[in-house]
Nanobody, 114 residues
């Protein structure tokens, strides 16, 4: 059974940083690229980042490029999203997604506000 659990969200001031974690189990973690999405109030869920299987090649939405960095620790079955220079428009629930398995986590709330 695939399980995906995000953590690390919270309230941060504009310009601040947060690191999100996504712990996964129930599949061969190292064989799967992982994705981050987010959903702001009243908006559709949108793509944020893809973290490749070894973390060496990632891609990002234009809105977060150069501010967010994805990484992973395959020994811990965990993927991360380091978010720097946060803006109020980054406020959303952030979700981890396992492609091919079609599995989503429950999400973690990120609020950027002064």
């Amino acid at each position: 059974q695939v399980q995906v659990v995000e953590s690390g969200g919270g309230l941060v001031q504009p310009g601040g940083s947060l690191r999100l974690s996504c712990a996964a189990s129930g599949f061969t973690f190292s064989a799967y690229a992982m994705k981050w999405y987010r959903q702001a109030p009243g908006k559709e869920r949108e793509f944020v980042a893809t973290i490749s299987t070894a973390g060496g090649w990632n891609n990002y939405a234009d809105s977060v490029k150069d501010r967010f960095t994805g990484s992973r620790d395959n020994a811990k079955n965990t993927v991360y999203l380091q978010m720097n220079s946060l803006k109020p428009e980054d406020t959303a629930v952030y979700y981890c997604y396992v492609p091919r398995q079609g599995a989503w986590g429950q999400g973690t709330q990120v609020t950027v506000s002064s």
